[in-house]
């Protein structure tokens, strides 16, 4: 499906793959060079992948198309896969007890059910309009509170490259909230203009999710104040890049975003803004025949 998916748009699916090989070995290298918690942060992040596959839904259909036990197989075969390219650096930096865990970890969570009979619902702080940030709350909260943790953890050992990372992986877990594209009836529910209705999808993300990462900001401009010109770098360029991502996401509305615009965006990382007034511009074109 992936292989298809990049033929789609005409790239290379060999090419791609060693294009996203360069950029994981190039993060991972920056990262390890850069806080010495690198390794647990690794396999958390490891962990957070993997832990996409075991969504509850795909798991069921999964288990209805082959069986409990090809579920096992698969699942096990699954996590390995997704796993080698962690399991390899780890090995390439001589951290091969930490290789092993990995492994140990993957093939657990390959096997163990996590559903409960509890019938509850997360609370969040988010009201029901917004549903991108109440429904991403829920599936993610416990990546939000492991990001406040690594800020304080950087405060009590003066790192604050690590309280800059906790900040990131905040906005990295914010902008998957927008990843999916929503039906097109919850968009056609609006009675607005494409230009307003955008304006109101910006404004909303950008209220919602500075209340998620200002304590984190805060937190590094009164215990590391030497270094608030470049929190509030990461903070804006955080929220810059979310426009960017929400622009692009209605910019191919009612599909996903393909893999062009998931390049494109990826290479304007460091500047976001180039790109937000031509998505911008082809949101508009895009909703206009929902929206009116």
């Not at 993957?106 to 163990?112: C, G, H, K, R, S």
């Not at 429904?135 to 492991?146: H, V």
């Not at 999808?201 to 401009?221: D, E, G, Q």
């Amino acid at each position: 499906m992936i292989n298809r998916k990049f033929q789609d748009v005409g790239f290379n699916p060999q090419l791609a793959y060693i294009l996203l090989t360069v950029l994981f070995a190039g993060l991972s290298i920056f990262l390890f060079q850069k806080t010495e918690f690198a390794i647990y942060i690794y396999l958390l992040l490891a962990l957070t992948l993997l832990g996409k596959l075991s969504e509850t839904r795909r798991t069921e259909f999964l288990k209805i198309c082959f069986g409990n036990i090809q579920l096992k197989k698969i699942r096990i075969i699954e996590n390995l896969i997704y796993s080698i390219p962690f399991f390899a650096f780890l090995l390439y930096k001589h951290l091969i007890g930490y290789a092993g865990l990995l492994w140990i970890l993957t093939t657990i969570l390959a096997l163990v059910n996590f559903r409960t009979t509890l019938n509850f619902t997360i609370w969040t702080p988010f009201s029901k309009r917004p549903f991108e940030f109440m429904i991403g709350f829920r599936n993610s909260f416990y990546i939000l509170f492991a990001a406040y943790a690594l800020t304080i953890i950087a405060v009590l050992v003066n790192n604050f490259n690590l309280g800059v990372f906790s900040m990131l992986l905040v906005f990295i877990t914010i902008w998957s909230y927008y990843s999916k594209p929503e039906n097109e009836y919850f968009v056609w529910a609006h009675n607005q203009k494409p230009k307003v209705f955008l304006l109101s999808k910006i404004k909303t993300a950008l209220l919602f999710s500075s209340s998620i990462v200002l304590p984190i900001v805060l937190i590094l401009a009164i215990f590391i104040p030497q270094n608030i010109g470049i929190t509030l770098f990461f903070f804006l360029v955080g929220l810059a890049f979310l426009i960017s991502v929400i622009v692009s996401k209605y910019a191919a509305y009612p599909d996903e975003i393909n893999i062009t615009q998931g390049f494109f965006l990826a290479l304007c990382i460091g500047f976001p803004p180039i790109l937000i007034p031509y998505f911008f511009k082809k949101s508009e074109n895009r909703l206009s025949r929902l929206l009116k």
